[in-house]
């Protein structure tokens, strides 16, 4: 791994651990979902400082499939392997699978993350969190 990527790598996982809640929410709109993407500040984060926002865009293109969206809480987690490499997995918190897509490349920089997605109605979208601000 070469240094500038160390580097990002360790300031994301320190940086990370801080997110315990959110004081606002990014709205990404999607015209081809019937509801909105929010981002907590932590989500924000991660998408800004990881240059992620392709990881956002991909839980948005899976809520066009009725077994993915149906599910009030999805489990997403992306796994990166040493080839850069990547599996992005979604399930419904009980382990039970719903999507999965692998991925040819990638410079996320961490080796792995997972991001819960909820159906807010009291906030009109499906809110992308930390699992840390849960």
Do not use: H
């Amino acid at each position: 791994m070469n240094t500038q990527l160390e580097q990002l790598t360790q300031e994301l996982l320190s940086s990370l651990q801080g997110f315990t809640g959110t004081e606002s929410y990014t709205r990404l709109r999607y015209p081809f979902m019937k509801t909105v993407l929010l981002l907590t500040d932590g989500a924000k984060y991660l998408a800004e400082t990881a240059k992620a926002f392709w990881l956002m865009d991909a839980i948005a293109s899976f809520q066009i499939y009725p077994r993915v969206s149906n599910e009030a809480f999805q489990v997403w987690k992306l796994i990166v392997t040493e080839g850069r490499k990547a599996t992005l997995t979604c399930t419904d918190g009980n382990f039970i699978p719903l999507s999965k897509m692998e991925i040819d490349y990638t410079d996320f920089p961490l080796p792995e993350i997972t991001l819960y997605a909820e159906q807010s109605d009291y906030l009109g979208g499906r809110v992308i969190m930390l699992t840390s601000e849960y």
